[in-house]
């Protein structure tokens, strides 16, 4: 019926109404379908909840379900785990706890990842993402059990950035494992786990795309490493972490993408986030970040390019609160980078060819743009260049601008109240107080803690007027935040006025306030910062997320300025001038008393380095002492076996006292076995006493040829054969010496010869014998007197030794004394400096703390992202 009216040509409005009344049937049965099915959800999850709390309500039920993971088949483990996680899916909290109590519970679901089939593998992943999920305990067990190096072989396995659904499924659990447990990530370091994360952001080829998964499983690991380097980590968890990447190349490989072209937008957005927390408040970091140039012909500095995207409003919103948070990040606690980027806006380092721009003039032209979100940017990126840094704020005030030609230059701090005098004036693109609260932000920091800037800041008789005005005003809520600023600023130039204007002493200002605005009212106006429904989000976390730009409006850093100078703000308004001086009074005392206790901590730390290095030397001449000790030992052992062998000798040569006096002082020759040593000794008693024979034999052979000379002299006169006879006689003379042999008479004259040729043969042998073992003994002896003398050598070193130990020992104990001398005076410096800040107390005075730790920031990552497009920096 509905058809024949539809095709009816003539009845238009018939057919028309038919359409609307079955539009609106279709769509209440869209929704009525909707129900239903949403309706069948519901009651199947309800269903599903009290099967699982029938289930768990016999304990051992679960622990049968455990057992029986430990069977291979495929049947029955597979099934055991997908019924395991659809009960922690419904009940996780109570089966985690009976997963918990039971012996070896977390162990068996480990062992499901060394499954070699993947199906089971895989699902094993989705099993232990439900049992780690928001359970510290169960976490630290499976980190313990080996999990990071079982996932990570699966991720590399899968291949990376460029595997599939189980890479994704292995980074989430591994999320769960890290995220708020400090205990697995400092495991996660000390098991150099971050540098096998380093090959996951290699990004081969960029022509390759970029898919869907690919994005997500980047995107994943690039919130793993904030993960490790997340503000709300413990600092010394967080340096530690950024050092490891830094060492392994890690920051290198994610500022390689930064700089890379084709890159998505939300890759892009993420890894700027990404490097932001790797380099805050890591000085090394932030130095080589500093080095980073972007691939542009002529090279720009990675931080030009992005200051660049960030005052640029053609680029995305969450890339420029990226930025933006990237800049934050290398001033936090940078002193050394705060100055380079103040340094760029003094006259002396500006590039008079303008063929480059400097990261000082782009946060200018951002300051002074008409785009109130770049106005906001560059005030806040401009305030952390000053971040409690009182040289760099005198510094900023020598910055000079040229507004137009031919008109004198003003100083960037008259342009910045300039432009804020003139309100709504300037047409701007966005929120319409934005520039304002910008640039109040900027002033409020850069006067805070620096009186000279309040003195310049004063010196323009229109500025206080100005102040006057707005805070006096009766505006509308959307005003509300800028008169707070305004009360705020004033607070400032009043509470850190030095009153080096005549015009403008404090109390001349609070009698203005009293007088136009009202004391009361001016700390209620005050107060509308802290009661702004943004300045509570903005004082969570760190990071400038914001869901649009309109919602921009509180810097992190602000928030904690804001809550430290309301309370102080207030007291001065309401002190009198004699409460003021005696205030002053009590300054002066304090930071004469400060200046005390500090030279005296500059002396205890002094003292502090001179100790340790003389524990150093200590220890130095210990390791010294102990090598010079063994090695006396070791000579000593040696001396010791050198007179054993000596004794033994002196044993074995017992007969001759006079080779053992001449030998007394020898030692063992080397090589020379003792019982050779010993047959030696015998034939040289047993050739020296055949020596004494033959001598005695020679020397009566010698009375016996001077004999016969002188009975042939005489018979030779009467006989002419005897003178032939004594002719004869000359030539047997020397072969009878030569002989030294027994009386000849009645021997023949050849075996004179013949005895005396062997008897000097033998002779000879017996003198080199004894002059070879005379020779060694000489040698030994040498060799005994050398050794003496390193012995003596080396006690004479300990002894030295041990003399410096007692006077290092000596000095420390004076040191200690003299330590304990400066505590104690200390001691009595901090009584005093108590007494006078109970006095400042008694006065109204607030007392902040030196050491006030800084309030923990949250992390919170934003997750917006572009699909399907590609943006990169614009250079």
């Known amino acids: 019926m509905i058809e024949e009216m539809l095709f009816v040509p003539s009845n238009h409005y018939l057919r028309n109404t038919v359409w609307k009344w079955v539009s609106k049937l279709w769509n209440i049965l869209s929704v009525f379908c909707k129900q239903i099915e949403e309706n069948s959800t519901r009651q199947n999850e309800d269903l599903g909840s009290q099967f699982t709390e029938i289930f768990i309500k016999q304990q051992e039920n679960v622990t049968l379900l455990l057992s029986l993971l430990e069977e291979f088949d495929f049947h029955v483990r597979w099934p055991g785990v997908k019924l395991l996680t659809s009960l922690l899916k419904q009940l996780g909290p109570q ?27 895989n ?15 169960i976490q630290k067990i499976v980190a313990f059990e080996n999990a990071f190096e079982r ?130 408040g890591c000085q090394v970091n932030q130095d080589y970040f500093a080095s980073v140039n972007a691939p542009s012909n002529p090279p720009r500095p990675a931080i030009v390019v992005l200051l660049m995207s960030m005052v640029n409003e053609r680029q995305p919103f969450v890339l420029r609160c990226a930025v933006l948070y ?61 971040q409690e840094n009182a040289t760099q704020k005198e510094q900023l005030l020598r910055v000079q601008l040229a507004t137009s030609i031919g008109n004198p230059p003003v100083s960037l701090l008259q342009q910045c109240t300039n432009i804020l005098s003139q309100g709504d004036k300037i047409d701007r693109r966005g929120s319409k107080i934005q520039t304002r609260v910008g640039l109040l932000m900027l002033l409020c920091t850069w006067l805070s803690n620096c009186p000279i800037a309040v003195t310049h800041f004063l010196h323009n008789t229109a500025n206080v007027p100005f102040l006057t005005g707005q805070i006096a005003e009766n505006l509308g809520e959307e005003e509300h935040l800028v008169q ?5 600023l004033l607070g400032i130039s009043i509470y850190f006025n030095d009153n080096s204007l005549e015009t403008y002493l404090k109390e001349k200002l609070k009698q203005l306030i009293e007088k136009r605005i009202g004391k009361e009212n001016f700390i209620e106006k005050l107060g509308f910062i802290s009661k702004h429904e943004l300045y509570s989000r903005a004082s969570q976390k760190p990071q400038p997320n914001f869901p649009s730009p309109e919602y921009m409006i509180f810097d992190h850093e602000f928030t904690k300025l804001v809550k430290e100078l309301e309370g102080v703000i207030t007291k001065a308004i309401y002190k009198s001038s004699e ?87 020898g030692v063992q020759v080397n090589g020379v076995q003792p019982e050779e040593i ?31 000379k002188s009975s042939q002299a005489a018979s030779g006169l009467h006989d002419p054969s005897a003178t032939a006879a004594s002719a004869r006689d000359p030539e047997q003379v020397p072969e009878l010496k030569q002989a030294k042999s027994f009386p000849v008479q009645g021997e023949s004259e050849s075996l004179r ?42 006690n004479s070193t300990i002894a030295i030794l041990q003399n410096e130990k007692d006077k290092l020992e000596l000095e420390i104990t004076d040191s200690k004394k003299e330590q304990d001398d400066l505590l104690v005076l200390l001691a009595d410096q901090d009584q005093k400096i108590l007494s006078l800040k109970k006095k400042l107390k008694d006065l109204g005075h607030p007392i902040v703390e030196e050491d006030e730790l800084e309030s923990g920031d949250q992390d919170d990552e934003d997750d917006e992202s572009e699909d399907g497009k590609d943006h990169g920096l614009s250079i």
């Open 123 to 137: 699902d094993g992943v989705l099993l232990l993402q439900a049992l780690t999920r928001s359970n510290g305990a």
């Open 326 to 386: 990237c800049f934050q990040c290398f001033l936090y606690k940078n002193q050394k980078g705060q100055g380079e980027i103040v340094s760029t806006l003094l006259p002396s380092t500006i590039d008079a060819t303008g063929n480059s721009v400097s990261a000082g003039q782009l946060l200018c032209g951002g300051l002074f743009s008409t785009d109130s979100l770049s106005n906001w940017c560059a005030a806040v990126a401009l305030a952390h260049a000053l």
């Open 484 to 488: 707070g600023l305004c009360a705020l």
């Open 151 to 280: 996932l990570l072989d699966i991720i590399t396995e899968e291949g990376s950035s460029d595997g599939g659904i189980v890479v994704e499924d292995c980074l989430i659990l591994l999320q769960n494992l890290l995220k708020n447990n400090n205990s697995n990530q400092n495991f996660f370091k000390e098991g150099s786990y971050i540098q096998r994360m380093k090959p996951w952001f290699e990004v081969r080829d960029e022509n390759s795309g970029w898919s869907a998964q690919k994005v997500t499983s980047l995107h994943l690991m690039l919130q793993l490493v904030r993960v490790l380097v997340s503000p709300t980590n413990p600092p010394g968890a967080t340096s530690s972490c950024q050092k490891a990447m830094f060492q392994c190349g890690l920051l290198q490989q994610l500022c390689t993408i930064l700089m890379a072209t084709g890159v998505p937008a939300d890759i892009l957005t993420e890894t700027i986030n990404t490097v932001s927390e790797v380099i805050r």
């Open 678 to 708: 010993s047959r030696l000794r015998e034939e040289i008693d047993e050739l020296k006493s055949n020596q004494q024979l033959l001598q005695s034999q020679l020397a009566e052979k010698d009375s016996l040829i001077e004999n016969l």
């Open 579 to 665: 409460e003021d001086k005696k205030e002053e009074e009590v300054k002066k005392t304090l930071e004469q008393h400060d200046n005390i206790v500090t030279h005296y901590k500059n002396m205890i730390r002094e003292q502090d380095l001179q100790l340790e290095e003389l524990k150093h030397q200590i220890s130095t001449l210990k390791c010294q002492n102990e090598q010079l000790q063994t090695a006396v030992t070791q000579q000593a052992s040696q001396i010791q076996q050198q007179k054993d062998q000596y004794n033994l000798l002196k044993v074995q040569r017992g007969k001759d006292n006079q080779l053992q006096g001449s030998s007394s002082d």
């Open 753 to 794: 010869a013949a005895s005396a040729a062997d008897v000097e043969g033998r002779l000879s042998a017996l003198l080199q014998e004894t002059k070879e073992l005379q020779n060694e003994i000489k040698i030994l002896s040498e060799e005994r007197t050398a050794l003496k003398e390193q012995l003596d050598s080396s």
């Open 95 to 121: 089966v985690q706890q009976i997963i918990l109590v039971s012996p070896m519970g977390v162990s068996r679901l480990m062992d499901v990842l060394a499954d070699s089939r993947e199906v089971i593998r």
